[in-house]
Structures are given as structure tokens and as C-alpha cells.
């Protein structure tokens, strides 16, 4: 059974860290391109960082460039979003995704595999 399942998120002030994780189970992250996406409460789920299965290309929008990073840790099968200076803008759920095509990644639609979602809240 292919899984994404997301932790780290939490309640916390502005200008705090959070890192949050999405362990895979059933497939092979390191065959995948890997994104997250957030959905604040009454608005669209939007796009939030992804990056090509290699690693080698990585897009963050403007809201969150020099933020946020992305990182896998392969073995563990295991992607990572740290966050910084977190903002109540910030505040949402977070998904996590998997997907064969990065354009996937990029865009709320297209295929690819979910997460169930963390909560992350922020404080001002």
C-alpha cells in the first residue's frame, strides 16, 4: 500500500522554526519527483516547494523562497520541509506529494500521490 504520512507540524509564534517530515511507505522516494502544499482555512490548496527525484531542480514560489527548504533523506525514505521565520500566513495544513512529473509537483492539479496533511499554526 503506497502511504505518505506527514509529522512536525504544531502551533507556534512568529518568526519560529518548524521542520516538517513525510516518511514514505510503499514506494521508493528516490524514483520520485517530491512536493508540498499547503491549504489555509477557506482558500486553495496552493504550491509550496517541489524537486526532481535527483534533486537537481528544486521550485519555491515567491511567498516562501528563502524560507523554506526541501530536503530527502533516501534512506530513510523521508522528506523534509524546514521552515524559518514562519509567519501567521504561514498557518495551514501541509501535503505532502509524489509524482512522476515534476509539472505534477508544481500544480495543485495533475496526478500524483497524497499525504494526509499536518497542521501548521502560527502566531503572531
Known amino acids: 500500500q503506497v502511504q505518505l504520512v506527514e509529522s512536525g507540524g504544531g502551533s507556534v509564534q512568529a518568526g519560529a522554526s518548524l521542520r516538517l517530515s513525510c516518511r514514505a511507505s510503499?514506494?521508493?522516494?528516490?524514483?520520485?519527483?517530491m512536493g508540498w502544499f499547503r491549504q489555509a482555512p477557506g482558500k486553495e490548496r496552493e504550491f509550496v516547494v517541489a524537486?526532481?527525484?535527483?534533486?537537481?531542480?528544486?521550485e519555491y514560489p515567491d511567498s516562501v523562497k528563502g524560507r523554506f527548504t526541501i530536503s530527502r533523506d533516501n534512506v530513510e525514505n523521508t522528506v523534509y520541509l524546514q521552515m524559518n521565520n514562519l509567519k501567521p500566513e504561514d498557518t495551514a495544513v501541509y501535503y505532502c506529494?509524489?509524482?512522476?512529473?515534476?509539472?505534477?509537483?508544481?500544480?495543485?492539479?495533475?496526478?500524483?500521490?497524497w499525504g494526509q496533511g499536518t497542521q501548521v499554526t502560527v502566531s503572531s
Open positions: 506529494a509524489a509524482g512522476t512529473a515534476i509539472r505534477d509537483l508544481i500544480t495543485v492539479m495533475g496526478t500524483k500521490i
Open positions: 510503499g514506494l521508493s522516494i528516490s524514483d520520485y519527483n
Open positions: 524537486t526532481t527525484s535527483s534533486g537537481g531542480y528544486t
